[in-house]
């Protein structure tokens, strides 16, 4: 895993994330993408099942860890989705060898008014 990629990883997952874990990780997995995807699964099934999602002390205080796990999906989904920016170590958009590409729009009339 070279710095770039070790870069793009600290920014998707947070500075207090362990560099040798990642590393492990991606020798094992071969992707950045592959890398990220897995450690938000396990921070999310890890807030799902060993602690409950809300806690509540009438009149004292109440937590509650749904919006983290939302936000967790959120991330998740734009991983997947390709949301985000590309991983260093996939290839980037318009790094095509030919240079030449096209591309379809379909044109649909608008209804009169």
Do not use: C
């Not at 870069?7 to 560099?19: M, P």
């Not at 205080?61 to 991983?87: C, F, H, M, W």
């Amino acid at each position: 895993m070279d710095s770039a990629v070790q870069a793009w990883l600290i920014s998707q997952l947070g500075s207090s994330t362990d560099t040798a874990d990642l590393e492990q990780r991606y020798a094992r997995l071969g992707s950045a993408r592959a890398v990220a995807l897995e450690v938000l699964y396990e921070r999310k099934a890890a807030l799902i099942h060993d602690q409950p999602s809300t806690v509540t002390v009438t009149g004292v205080v109440g937590l509650s860890y749904t919006e983290n796990i939302k936000a967790i999906e959120r991330q998740i989904n734009a991983l997947e989705s390709g949301d985000v920016p590309v991983p260093p170590d996939e290839p980037q958009p318009g790094d095509d060898d030919t240079g030449i590409g096209f591309g379809i729009i379909r044109l649909i009339e608008r209804p009169r008014r």
